[in-house]
């Protein structure tokens, strides 16, 4: 058998709206990661001191789980198709309250809107389950983080020479423009979806007021006849969620206050992280199909811990390998929870079980935005990542103990 039959073989599961949605993130991906090395930096240079930061991610992390559940609940009821499209439109002209911001305010309230949008999360993720065959959803979800890492890492590039190039904040309008321009395209592309939901009725945005307290009843019922695994399995996700983000919100700043990386070398440390994904995402695909779910949870717990650890006391270098090692727990992680949720939970209740576990996960991102960004003015600027690194081991023993995987993998 040739190479070409061996990668057909491979890869034939990428069809219909998998492969559309594919696409549709290599375009978004091409200048997603773009805005991330300098975002902190073009707060701070908007006057966005203190706080700001914290507030920002706080009101990011709470639109997202005001829509939360009547996402998923109408990703459920009346079908995924047209919530993707029409929000990922939204999401791109939503960038353009970042590009022309002319102080911190404004990056507030397009992280608002833009959040609001987001309300389509949950009929993507479910729509990506519906598409894939139970064999292959470790490998589906790792090929997601594949296109992302692979799409994502000529972004830290340009950043930095548009940086160099033009200084902080021109170069961040610029990307924003950028993002602007790509997710529009994306949005224009996934207009070709099919509906995955047959027996959806038919839509209208007035039912998102109607149908939300029906949606909050009903995304709460589900975890009654979910199975207990995958209730630990979500406290698992909100644990590491909430950790991350007390991190994630300051450590462009830490790096550059506390440990004395340039402002100008940030941007660096994002190639081995983008670079990880890349090599090891279709291995870690594998070893999730082949091995099971649990072992790689495990092991991507242990290599956060790991990596939290190296971050908090690293130099150029060490950060480089810490934001490697982030890359490679992000993976395990990642793609073992998908594969193990959708072996729990049945189709027709993975829109709501989505849309709960992003309410209580955005929640607590944005109380950990707030709380590592007010830990790190505190005296001791190393406290968030003690944090994180603290809520690394209740996750690991509910990972050891508490989640089982089931004998037999639920259906597509």
Same mark, same amino acid.
């Given at each position: 058998m040739g190479l070409?039959?061996? *990668?057909?073989?491979?890869?034939?599961?990428?069809?219909?709206?998998?492969?559309? @949605?594919? =696409?549709?993130?290599?375009?978004?991906? *091409?200048?997603?990661?773009m805005p991330a090395p300098n975002f902190q930096y073009y707060v701070e240079a908007l006057g966005g001191t203190g706080v700001a930061l914290g507030l920002i991610?706080?009101?990011?992390?709470?639109?997202?789980?005001?829509?939360?559940?009547?996402?998923?609940?109408?990703?459920?009821? $009346?079908?995924?198709?047209?919530?993707?499209?029409?929000?990922?439109?939204?999401?791109? %002209?939503? $960038?353009?309250?970042?590009?022309?911001?002319p102080t911190w305010?404004?990056? *507030?309230?397009?992280?608002? #809107?833009?959040?609001?949008?987001?309300?389509? !999360?949950?009929? *993507?993720?479910?729509? #990506? !389950?519906?598409?894939? /065959?139970? +064999?292959?959803?470790?490998?589906?979800?790792?090929?997601?983080?594949?296109?992302?890492?692979?799409?994502?890492?000529?972004?830290?590039?340009?950043?930095?020479?548009?940086?160099?190039?033009?200084?902080? #904040?021109?170069?961040?309008?610029?990307?924003?423009?950028?993002?602007?321009?790509?997710?529009?395209?994306?949005?224009?592309?996934?207009?070709?979806?099919?509906?995955?939901?047959?027996?959806?009725?038919?839509?209208?945005?007035?039912?998102?007021?109607?149908?939300? /307290?029906?949606?909050?009843? +009903?995304?709460f019922n589900v975890w009654k006849v979910v199975p207990r695994s995958m209730l630990w399995l979500f406290a698992v996700q909100t644990l590491v969620r909430f950790g991350l983000s007390i991190t994630n919100v300051i450590n462009a700043l830490y790096a550059r206050d506390v440990l004395g990386i340039p402002e100008e070398q940030w941007w660096l440390v994002f190639i081995p992280l983008l670079l990880t994904m890349i090599v090891a995402s279709i291995p870690i695909g594998k070893m999730v199909d082949k091995v099971g779910r649990k072992i790689?949870?495990? @092991?991507?717990?242990? =290599?956060?811990?790991?990596?939290t650890l190296i971050f908090v006391n690293?130099?150029?270098?060490? %950060?480089?390998?810490?934001?490697?090692?982030?890359?490679?727990?992000?993976?395990?992680?990642?793609?073992?929870?998908?594969?193990?949720?959708?072996?729990?939970?049945?189709? #027709?209740?993975?829109?709501?079980? =989505?849309g709960f576990r992003n309410f209580v996960g955005y929640i607590a991102m944005g109380l950990g935005m707030l709380l590592g960004n007010y830990l790190y003015v505190s005296p001791v600027p190393q406290s968030p990542f003690y944090v994180t690194l603290g809520l690394v081991i209740p996750a690991f023993i509910i990972v050891l103990f508490l989640i089982h995987e089931p004998e037999k993998r639920v259906g597509a």
């Open positions: 070409w039959d061996v *990668l057909r073989r491979e890869f034939s599961f990428i069809t219909g709206n998998y492969r559309i @949605l594919v =696409v549709s993130w290599m375009i978004m991906d *091409l200048a997603m990661e991610g706080l009101a990011n992390f709470l639109a997202m789980a005001a829509v939360a559940f009547p996402g998923g609940y109408l990703a459920d009821k $009346y079908g995924r198709r047209w919530l993707i499209t029409t929000m990922t439109f939204g999401i791109a %002209l939503s $960038y353009l309250f970042f590009a022309f911001a305010h404004f990056i *507030l309230l397009g992280s608002i #809107v833009s959040s609001l949008c987001l309300i389509y !999360q949950p009929a *993507l993720f479910a729509m #990506v !389950q519906d598409s894939l /065959p139970p +064999e292959r959803r470790g490998m589906g979800s790792s090929i997601i983080q594949l296109i992302h890492g692979t799409f994502n890492t000529p972004g830290p590039i340009i950043a930095g020479f548009l940086l160099l190039q033009f200084g902080l #904040v021109m170069s961040m309008r610029i990307v924003y423009l950028t993002v602007t321009a790509l997710f529009l395209i994306a949005a224009v592309w996934r207009l070709r979806l099919k509906e995955t939901i047959t027996n959806g009725e038919p839509t209208r945005f007035r039912y998102f007021i109607s149908s939300y /307290p029906k949606a909050i009843k +009903e995304s790689p949870l495990v @092991l991507g717990l242990f =290599v956060l811990g790991a990596a690293g130099t150029l270098l060490t %950060l480089m390998i810490a934001m490697a090692m982030f890359g490679f727990a992000h993976m395990l992680i990642m793609s073992s929870a998908t594969a193990l949720s959708a072996d729990l939970v049945h189709p #027709v209740n993975r829109g709501k079980v =989505v």
